[in-house]
DNA sequence: CCGACTACTTAGACAACATCTAAGCTTTGA
DNA sequence: TCAAAGCTTAGATGTTGTCTAAGTAGTCGG
């Protein structure tokens, strides 16, 4: 009998090696928008077998492409991975770098018709600030 | 006497250097979004000089640093640079990767004070979609 | 002018992030 | 049992960006 993660995957058309399966596991435990060396290293000992970072970036990549986690880029030069699939938006801290997720409802929708030269798929938003340590 | 972009450089306090002037010249003519290597070899034949990469990179951190210009991360692993400083939004076509400027009052405003927590600077969209070339 | 100080630039080494390659291993199905 | 297809591995390679050491140009007090 397969396990949730297994279907999640077997869902999206992904085969669930255990390296997948792990990797898909501990991303959708998480909600620390993770780079894909800090996968590697949440997961590397997890597994009965040596993991190759290959591997870890090859998974990534098959996720994004079935649509079981997206991309999230804050900062040039690394890219961060995020398995909440509900409708979302980034707050990132300019002091820490966090990145937290802000529910779609909170804020005002926006048109996609701006322009009749643009089909809009779809748009993202970062917000960025300070997060107020207090609340 | 200064030309207009020595004097926009020395206002945001930063020395206008010949391979610094050439490069911002390029930035404020184009609406591209170049990357480092864009820059690179749209200016290295127009000094009479060698040019090093180094130097591109360290000009544009500091355009950046002092305000000259922004970066923009539409896509992971690769930092574009844009001189244009009206605030605007940015629409990426997800065919052929070309970034077009949003004008600022085409799109709705989104309040700053989404959550008592975070103490919003600012924000960025990016549209996704396709350019209708018909138009 | 002169010397020293500061800032800038250069070429190439280096580092970080990501992909590619070749070989081996599993799984699947005939 | 065999072959084909797909996955993983280790390490080489590629890409983007930073660092280092040396040299150069501009500035300022004398």
Known sequence: ???EVEELLLSHGV?????RVVIT????RTDSHPTADQVFEAV??????????????????????A???????TEPGRTRYDANLDRHHHFVDV????????????????PKNLN???KVH??????????????
């Open 15 to 19: 085969k669930p090696t255990p390296q």
């Open 67 to 73: 649509g079981v986690v997206k991309e999230v880029s």
């Open 44 to 65: 590397v000992n997890a597994l009965p077998v040596p993991l190759s970072r290959a591997t870890v970036y090859n998974t990534l990549n098959a996720l994004v492409q």
């Open 95 to 110: 002091n820490t770098g966090e990145i937290i997720d802000i529910p779609w409802q909170e804020v005002p929708q926006l």
């Open 122 to 135: 779809g748009y993202q938003i970062i917000f960025f600030g300070e997060l107020d340590k207090g609340h």
């Open 25 to 28: 596991e501990f991303l959708l």
């Open 116 to 118: 009749p030269r643009f």
């Open 1 to 3: 009998m397969p396990s």
